[in-house]
Nanobody, 125 residues
């Protein structure tokens, strides 16, 4: 079992930055596929960024590519989502998710076994 806890959300003005953290306990995140998802009010869950279980490849949705960066620190057993140039449309609850080894589709939420409780990100205009 892996327990995930997100932190780092908050209120920021448009153009600002936040770094979300996803701290894992129970097992190492090494060898896990990682995904960051978000859900805005009255909208469905949306894939934002992902990292393969090898840590060698990443994926981003077009709307955040070049602004968001997913990374990991194995020593801290933590995954990060650095978010720059934030826009009001980035406002959502952000969740991290993990699954041991590979996933068929890193963008598919149902592929993940473990989820955090989420952290709110609000971007004001």
């Amino acid at each position: 079992q892996v327990q995930l806890v997100e932190s780092g959300g908050g209120l920021v003005q448009a153009g600002g930055s936040l770094r979300l953290s996803c701290a894992a306990s129970g097992r190492t995140l090494r060898g896990h596929s990682i995904g960051w998802f978000r859900q805005a009010p009255e909208k469905g869950r949306e894939f934002v960024a992902g990292m393969s279980w090898t840590g060698t490849s990443t994926d981003y949705i077009d709307s955040v590519r070049g602004r968001f960066t997913i990374s990991s620190d194995s020593a801290k057993n933590t995954v990060y989502l650095q978010m720059n140039s934030l826009k009001p449309e980035d406002t959502a609850v952000y969740y991290c998710a993990a699954k041991a080894w590979g996933v068929t589709n890193i963008r598919e939420g149902s592929a993940y076994s473990y989820w955090g409780q989420g952290t709110q990100v609000t971007v004001s205009s």
